[in-house]
Structures are given as C-alpha cells and as structure tokens.
C-alpha cells in the first residue's frame, strides 16, 4: 500500500534524541578502538521474519546524521508486506559510521515495523466489515508521530492526535462534573464549528442519553459483541459507533460483525512485538 512519509523536519529531532542517547559522553569507543578510520563496509537490512515494513525514512535519518557520507538504498517501501530473509535496505559507507548507526537505525525499523505488522492483522481480521481499525493516545511518549504514522502503514487509522484535536468526554469527565446532559452542552458550547465530540458510555441507559444531545460520535466501553450489536441499532446510523476495551486479534472479528463503524486498540501501539531485523554484510 502507498502511504505519505513523514517530512523529516518532524524525524529528525527524534533519531537525533536516540543516537545521542546512545552516544553517551564518548560516542562509540567499540568502533573507534577497533575500525580504522577508512574502512568501508556494504551491509543489508534484513527482515527475520515475516511482517508489515515501516520506518525506514527514520534509518536512512540515523545513518546520515552520523556521517553523511553513508549510502542508504532502500530496497522496499513502507507499507509492504516482506517475509523472512527479505533484503529490506542497502547501506555502505565508512564502517565506524554503519556500526555506530545500526543499533538506532534498527530499533526504529523493529518497532515500527512490529506496530505496522500487528496492524494489518487485525485489518485483515476484521476485512469482511465495514469497521476501521484504530490506534489511541496510549504511544509510548515522545515517539507518538511515528507511531501512528507505523499504524497507518499497517492499514489502519489514527484516532485523536492528542488532546487538542477532538473532545472526548469519558467516564471521569462525567464523574467529576455529575452530569452527562451538562457535559455534552458545556462541550458543544466551547467546541468550534471544525471539533468534534465523542462521548464514551459503558451502559445502554447512558447510550439512550446520548441519543437525544448533540453528539457526533459514540465510544462503546467494554461491550460485547451482542450489547455492542444492540448499541449499533440503537443509534441507527445518527452518529458514528466506535468500540473499545477488550480488543485483540481473538475478540476483533466479533466486534467487527456488530456492526460499528470503529475498533479502537491501545495495544497495537503499546504492546506490540517488534519485527526482528538484523543488519548482514552483503
């Protein structure tokens, strides 16, 4: 699948962050101690096993901010399904340089990669419904931009980017103010003419409330594919349906089948595995 990269204006910072992270206070005294200065090395990224490839733009990014002199060939795209063995870039350049980037370069491509995968099995899951699977807020921080952006390579969508782009009224807004009818009104009264407002309901009585305010979308909590049906025809296609709490790759495809527009999944982005890549020489 095609996918639009991230500009590296909004990489770069990141890769820059974990290489020096792992320079610490000397660089890369292994390499140094043991790689002449003008030794050249060919190497390829390789995938071990079978998955979803994403975030090789923040590779490329790590190899050239230690030396720009480093060649990097990517050999397939984010987005793309590779199984094991596949050869996914080609790097080569100055040794130190490669050695220094590599442990960088890889953890970004790994867990990236790993969201990607873990994305488009559910996708897949979930194929013969209408629902659009989600990621959530739960990113790990600091990394929250290409994560999702590896969610979206895997064929998914994106959730709230983060608390400024959509209301999301949950449970303890609810608590704290006593009333669902007040917070949906004090949240249509501030919300501009572009924002959205969700309301999150884990009953069907609260949903049957939700019915009657001015409400674009409903979060279904914690349901199960029946009361998760039934809450489908209670809204009858007034506002969008999204369900959450209890997703994973056993449950999805009966949420799915309920009917509702969204699955959202925190643990796509929270929990899942890496994709094991290595670095070879060629």
Known sequence: MNISPLPDLILEPLVKNALLEDFGRSGDVTSDALIPADHQWQAVMTARRPGV???????????????????????????????????????????????????????????????????????????????KICCTRKTTPGLRSVEKYAVRAGGGSNHRYGLDDGILIKDNHIAALGSLRDAVLKAREAAGHMMKIEVEVDTLDQLTQVLELPVDAVLLDNMGPDKLAEAVRMVGGRMLTEASGGVSMETVAALAASGVDLISCGALTHSAAILDIGLDEE
Do not use: C, W, Y
């Open 53 to 131: 490839l994403a975030g090789l733009d923040l590779a490329r990014l790590a190899f050239a901010l230690v030396d720009p002199r480093v060649r990097f060939e990517p050999l397939v795209a984010d987005g793309q399904s590779v199984e094991a063995g596949a050869k996914l870039a080609r790097v080569a350049g100055p040794t130190r340089a490669l050695l220094t980037a590599e442990r960088t370069a890889l953890n970004f491509v790994s867990h990236l990669s790993g969201i990607a995968s873990a994305t488009r099995l559910m996708v897949e899951a979930v194929k013969p419904h209408k629902a």
